[in-house]
């Protein structure tokens, strides 16, 4: 019974390493399938930290990088920056906002989108921080 019992766990595992190794795809439908029906990408924010760890106070640069926006896209031309930093023991109300609402100073035509965000905050406590970049159209998208 012994070689039996040894038989069914190879097969189990077998099976096991089969169904992991069927690729699974993140996302429905490709960019470019969305793309040639007219379906336009969605906005995407990313956000980056040159640093995550030291000694404090630590100076920390981060970066975010907006994607699936049109570089011409007259909502999203100088578009409302907020900068949100909670610190260790903060709650989200508590926490250090910044916001920066610039105006367009140049002609309706010269539209250019920024997508690339950088805001360097000194943190001065030990703990765990959490930084959040948020970037709103015109429309408040």
Known sequence: M????????VAALLIASLWLAIPVSS??????????????EKPRLSL?????????????????????VDLHDPNFCHAAV???RIGPGQSEEEGYRIKEDPVCLHPREEVSVA??????????????Y??????EGKDGT
């Open 82 to 84: 907020t900068w949100v």
């Open 130 to 135: 959490l930084v959040r970049l948020i970037v």
């Open 2 to 9: 012994r070689p039996r019992s040894s038989r069914s766990r």
């Open 48 to 68: 980056m930290v040159d640093r995550s760890v030291g000694f404090t106070p630590v100076i920390a640069l981060f970066t975010g990088h907006l994607t699936g």
């Open 27 to 40: 996302r429905s439908e490709p960019a470019k399938a969305r793309e040639q029906k007219g379906e336009k």
């Open 115 to 128: 997508t690339s965000f950088t805001k360097s905050f000194t943190l001065a406590q030990p703990g765990s």
